[in-house]
């Protein structure tokens, strides 16, 4: 099957400080990738659709400004979180899928943890 | 708009039983239909899912899911169960040839294993 991964696995930061995860697909192009936020024992909630050159689609409720989306490849799509408060740590997971027809493929999630 | 119900949020089965997991979802057509397991920490794997064709779909692991349009279900069942199988499942629905569109998770199930 496809691989995606993400980086870094683990991230804590100071609060105020932004972030940067990365989410890359590893033997596919993806035109279009989600991200999820997964707060603990909880389903997981899309975020965003990030659109290879254009900008992303947020669902209602997510700030824009505050979880800034760039999918600059084919290969590549980065979630900055800026500012980032306790209340943002989290389990932040991407997913790709391989074609119209075809179904995600998920990233093993990075956790973020804001102190 | 699509929704997923995973009506137990807990099941403990013992090791070598059968199990199956519930699933019911609303949508306005046949939607694409997903089962996920999360162990913890990690991001999600593609158990299953179905598109068309024959209800009866067979996964990795030795799951199976059977959809009833019927009765708007896609339970998971296996029909003995290995320690490994110790995680989280997720029930998730997407729109016909939506590998570009939204899934929409259930709560999950949180799966217990006992010797």
């Known amino acids: 099957g496809a691989v995606v991964s993400q980086h870094p696995s683990r991230v804590i930061c100071k609060s105020g400080t932004s972030v940067k995860i990365e989410c890359r697909s590893l033997?596919?192009?993806?035109?279009?990738m989600f991200w999820y936020r997964q707060f603990p024992k909880q389903s997981l909630m899309l975020m965003a659709t990030s659109n290879e050159g254009s900008k992303a689609t947020y669902e209602q409720g997510v700030e824009k400004d505050k979880f800034l989306i760039n999918h600059a490849s084919l290969t590549l799509s980065t979630l900055t979180v800026t500012s980032a408060h306790p209340e943002d740590s989290s389990f932040y997971i991407c997913?790709?899928?391989?074609?119209?027809?075809?179904?995600?493929?998920f990233g093993p999630g990075t956790r973020l943890l804001v102190l | 708009a699509q929704s997923v119900t995973q009506p137990d949020i807990h099941i403990t089965v013992s090791e070598g039983a059968s199990l199956e997991l519930r699933c019911n979802y609303s949508?306005?057509?046949?939607?694409?239909l997903f089962w996920y397991v999360q162990s913890p920490g990690q991001g999600l794997q593609l158990l299953l899912k179905?598109?068309?064709?024959?209800?009866l779909v067979q996964g990795i692991k030795g799951f199976e899911a059977e959809f009833k349009r019927s009765q708007s279900s896609f339970n998971l069942r296996k029909p003995s169960v290995h320690w490994s199988d110790a995680a989280e499942y997720f029930c998730a629905v997407g729109p016909p040839g939506g590998g570009y569109q939204k899934v929409t998770f259930g709560t999950g199930t949180k799966l217990q294993v006992i010797p």
């Open positions: 033997d596919f192009q993806a035109t279009t």
């Open positions: 179905y598109f068309s064709g024959d209800t």
């Open positions: 949508y306005g057509a046949t939607p694409y």
């Open positions: 997913s790709a899928p391989l074609s119209a027809s075809e179904t995600q493929y």
